[in-house]
């Protein structure tokens, strides 16, 4: 019990001596109800592995803008991983190599290239930075993140907000195309264009993800809460309310307890997420409802 | 003006054709059957009067106040919907989605129209319950609905009783039957079953090798129906 009030006190002090701590608290909940929202049509598209996938996009581009010395790499990671988001998505559509295939090419090469990148460029000493510590924390998440500056912070809250104004209001066309994109198609709401939309959302989630979480870890966010709620629910509103309520309660949870525990908060989180998939799993078993 | 009119269509993928010089119409409460083996582009010619493909040469005409993506498409069930967490209400409302326009959210009116058409198809009971839960028939049922939200001038329907058995199958062929007839829905329906089509269908296209168009007494009088493998095919109710 003294290991607990000891944690309990850490993240009393954290609280106040970091203010900035708050502000990673918000943006985790920002990017928890966003990727949670996502997710739900993801998984049913069958297009888990693109986030995947772009998450080790954004790992290359984030190395290859570090290692060119822009100040803030947020805004080119944001862009090359668009363009990849596009482009993976169009290769899925009609393509001569095949979804998987392209999605993994892509995603391990900009991994390869990503961490070939910046190596050469510690030898060259471009890039004098802490080059296992670096890759490690975009990879897994930063432990810095509790010391998210202000406009960072502001920003990621404008990016999330984007992608949740854009998910409200698209919804029902989210749900028509995830649901049959044919029918859509055949009865005039172009499919392609909606398409073309989630996967420039997914890119900018992705993003604002990276620093919380961590490249690696990204999918997770997206995937865990969405396969969870599926486990309970039984309509597309419902699954969609309860994954975004399930991951930010998730989040914040596992956000104190890496802070309690001086853990790293992505992995804590996932951990977190993992433990609630097992519980819904449970009780959708129990409850017969998921055949 | 016919409600839709092919003329001299070329259907095919990649460049290669499949089928060629078809030529047909439809007209407002018909009930048009094609028929044909499997792989004479039965399913290819139906995405191509949805818009969904673009044919290799031809034209499709469409009159009588009907436009391009404005038919009901009953399409054949995929993998992503055998596990899809979403309510028969949430489905049936899809169908209203091309009325909503530039409107992002779904008015009074259109849930008025979704529930008026779970009401028609006997799926009042069925509202809440989760898609995958239901039989095949009841779901082909949910998708009619859904077609007829979308628009009531005209359905198409690739093979609509695939997978279910015998009753279920009259069933569903009686319930098309009857939207055809008391709404004056115009049918296209794709089936393997000849009998079906004999029993039903105003007029039949026969495609493959030798193709047909014609009203269903035309095609008893024609020679193709004996070269068809026809065994009967009278369905009991």
Same mark, same amino acid.
């Given at each position: 019990?003294?290991?607990?009030?000891?944690?309990?006190?850490?993240?009393?002090?954290?609280?106040?001596?970091?203010?900035?701590?708050?502000?990673?608290?918000?943006?985790?909940?920002?990017?928890?109800?966003?990727?949670?929202?996502?997710?739900?049509?993801?998984?049913?598209?069958?297009?888990?592995?693109?986030?995947?996938?772009? =998450?080790?996009?954004?790992?290359?581009?984030?190395?290859?803008?570090?290692?060119?010395?822009?100040?803030?790499? $947020?805004?080119?990671?944001?862009?090359?991983?668009?363009?990849?988001?596009?482009?993976?998505?169009?290769? &899925?559509?009609?393509?001569?190599?095949?979804?998987?295939?392209?999605?993994?090419?892509?995603?391990?090469?900009?991994?390869?290239?990503?961490?070939? %990148?910046?190596?050469?460029?510690?030898?060259? &000493?471009?890039? $004098?930075? &802490?080059?296992?510590?670096?890759?490690? =924390?975009?990879?897994?998440?930063?432990?810095?993140?509790?010391? %998210?500056?202000?406009?960072?912070?502001?920003?990621?809250?404008?990016? =999330?907000?984007?992608?949740?104004?854009?998910?409200?209001?698209?919804?029902?066309?989210?749900?028509? /195309? $995830?649901?049959?994109?044919?029918?859509?198609?055949?009865?005039?709401?172009?499919?392609?264009?909606? &398409?073309?939309?989630?996967?420039?959302?997914? @890119?900018?989630?992705?993003?604002?993800?990276?620093?919380?979480?961590?490249?690696?870890?990204?999918? @997770?966010?997206?995937?865990?809460?969405?396969?969870?709620?599926?486990?309970?629910?039984?309509?597309?509103?419902?699954?969609?309310?309860?994954?975004? /309520?399930? =991951?930010?309660?998730?989040?914040?949870?596992?956000?104190?307890?890496?802070?309690?525990?001086?853990?790293?908060?992505?992995?804590?989180?996932?951990?977190?997420?993992?433990?609630?998939?097992?519980?819904?799993?449970?009780?959708?078993?129990?409850?017969?409802?998921?055949? | 003006?016919?409600?839709?009119?092919?003329?001299?269509?070329?259907?095919?993928?990649?460049?290669?054709?499949?089928?060629?010089?078809?030529? *047909?119409?439809?007209?407002?409460?018909?009930?048009?059957?094609?028929?044909?083996?499997?792989? +004479?582009?039965? +399913?290819?010619?139906?995405?191509?009067?949805?818009?969904?493909?673009?044919?290799?040469?031809?034209?499709?005409?469409?009159?009588?106040?009907?436009?391009?993506?404005?038919?009901?498409?009953?399409?054949?069930?995929?993998?992503?919907?055998?596990?899809?967490?979403?309510?028969?209400?949430?489905?049936?409302?899809?169908?209203?989605?091309?009325?909503?326009?530039?409107?992002? *959210?779904?008015?009074?009116?259109?849930?008025?129209?979704?529930?008026?058409?779970?009401?028609?198809?006997?799926?009042?009971?069925?509202?809440?319950?989760?898609?995958?839960?239901?039989?095949?028939?009841?779901?082909?049922?949910?998708?009619?609905?859904?077609?007829?939200?979308?628009?009531?001038?005209?359905?198409?329907?690739?093979?609509?009783?695939?997978?279910?058995?015998?009753?279920?199958?009259?069933?569903?062929?009686?319930?098309?039957?009857?939207?055809?007839?008391?709404?004056?829905?115009?049918?296209?329906?794709?089936?393997?079953?000849?009998?079906?089509?004999?029993?039903?269908?105003?007029?039949?296209?026969?495609?493959?090798?030798?193709?047909?168009?014609?009203?269903?007494?035309?095609?008893?009088?024609?020679?193709?129906?004996?070269?068809?493998?026809?065994?009967?095919?009278?369905?009991?109710?």
């Amino acid at each position: 019990m003294n290991s607990f009030s000891a944690a309990i006190t850490q993240l009393i002090d954290t609280f106040e001596a970091f203010p900035t701590v708050t502000y990673a608290l918000i943006v985790g909940i920002f990017i928890a109800v966003c990727s949670s929202l996502l997710g739900v049509t993801l998984v049913l598209k069958r297009f888990s592995f693109i986030g995947d996938g772009l =998450s080790h996009v954004a790992f290359g581009a984030m190395t290859f803008a570090t290692v060119l010395g822009f100040l803030d790499n $947020t805004y080119i990671t944001l862009g090359l991983t668009i363009f990849f988001a596009v482009l993976l998505l169009r290769t &899925n559509q009609n393509a001569k190599i095949k979804g998987d295939a392209a999605i993994a090419m892509i995603s391990v090469g900009s991994l390869a290239l990503g961490y070939l %990148i910046i190596n050469i460029a510690t030898k060259l &000493n471009i890039y $004098t930075g &802490n080059l296992s510590g670096d890759v490690c =924390s975009t990879l897994f998440g930063s432990m810095a993140f509790t010391l %998210i500056q202000r406009n960072e912070a502001i920003l990621c809250i404008v990016l =999330s907000l984007i992608v949740i104004l854009a998910f409200i209001f698209l919804y029902n066309k989210i749900f028509a /195309i $995830t649901f049959d994109e044919d029918f859509a198609n055949a009865t005039g709401t172009n499919a392609n264009t909606y &398409n073309l939309i989630l996967a420039i959302l997914i @890119a900018i989630i992705v993003v604002i993800s990276m620093k919380f979480v961590g490249s690696l870890l990204i999918s @997770a966010l997206v995937i865990f809460p969405a396969l969870s709620a599926m486990r309970i629910f039984k309509s597309f509103f419902s699954v969609t309310v309860f994954s975004v /309520i399930l =991951s930010t309660f998730c989040t914040t949870l596992g956000f104190i307890l890496s802070i309690m525990y001086s853990t790293p908060a992505g992995s804590t989180i996932v951990a977190v997420d993992i433990i609630a998939f097992s519980v819904c799993f449970v009780i959708g078993k129990l409850a017969g409802g998921n055949k | 003006m016919h409600q839709i009119e092919c003329n001299n269509l070329v259907l095919g993928y990649d460049g290669k054709p499949i089928l060629s010089g078809l030529s *047909f119409f439809v007209d407002k409460g018909n009930y048009l059957c094609i028929v044909g083996e499997n792989g +004479s582009g039965k +399913s290819t010619l139906m995405k191509t009067i949805l818009g969904l493909k673009s044919p290799l040469s031809g034209e499709i005409k469409f009159g009588d106040g009907l436009k391009v993506k404005q038919i009901g498409y009953l399409p054949q069930q995929t993998e992503i919907q055998k596990d899809f967490p979403a309510s028969v209400y949430e489905i049936v409302l899809s169908g209203c989605l091309s009325k909503c326009g530039l409107n992002p *959210f779904y008015t009074a009116k259109h849930k008025e129209l979704a529930n008026k058409h779970i009401n028609e198809l006997g799926l009042d009971n069925l509202k809440k319950r989760c898609y995958r839960e239901l039989s095949g028939g009841q779901q082909q049922r949910v998708l009619l609905a859904r077609a007829l939200c979308a628009t009531e001038e005209i359905i198409l329907l690739d093979e609509p009783v695939a997978g279910l058995d015998p009753k279920v199958t009259s069933q569903m062929y009686n319930l098309i039957d009857k939207i055809n007839k008391s709404k004056h829905t115009t049918v296209i329906m794709i089936s393997h079953d000849i009998g079906v089509a004999i029993k039903y269908a105003t007029h039949i296209l026969h495609i493959g090798k030798q193709s047909f168009f014609g009203t269903k007494e035309e095609y008893l009088n024609s020679d193709l129906l004996n070269k068809f493998d026809f065994k009967g095919g009278e369905i009991s109710e």
